[in-house]
């Protein structure tokens, strides 16, 4: 069983940046992925970014691509996701995941954080 939990939310103007962290307890398999979705109000969730725990390659959703940077720390089983260049579009309370599949579909993900909010003013 793995248990994951995100801080850095909170609020920002726009164009400023936040990094989220995502600290994971219990084993994490070098096949495992780590990383980001994010669920604005009103709409679906979507895919923001993924990283392979051991090889560390990286796949971004085309809307955060340039800006946001994903990251993991092997030795603390931690996940980050630097949010540059934030935009009020970006608001959303992010989640993070870990799974056995390098994917950008939510169901591949067995495990989920309770998720933490992000807010961008403009």
């Known amino acids: 069983q793995v248990q994951l939990v995100e801080s850095g939310g909170g609020l920002v103007q726009a164009g400023g940046s936040l990094r989220l962290s995502c600290a994971a307890s219990?084993?994490?398999?070098?096949?495992?992925?780590g990383g980001w979705f994010r669920r604005a109000p009103g709409k679906q969730r979507e895919f923001v970014a993924t990283i392979n725990w051991s090889a560390g390659s990286t796949w971004y959703a085309n809307s955060v691509k340039g800006r946001f940077t994903i990251s993991r720390d092997n030795a603390k089983n931690t996940v980050y996701l630097q949010m540059n260049s934030l935009k009020p579009e970006d608001t959303a309370v992010y989640y993070c995941v870990v799974g056995k599949s390098y994917s950008t579909r939510a169901n591949d993900y067995d495990y989920w954080g309770q998720g933490t909010q992000v807010t961008v003013s403009s």
């Open positions: 219990g084993r994490i398999f070098s096949n495992y992925a």
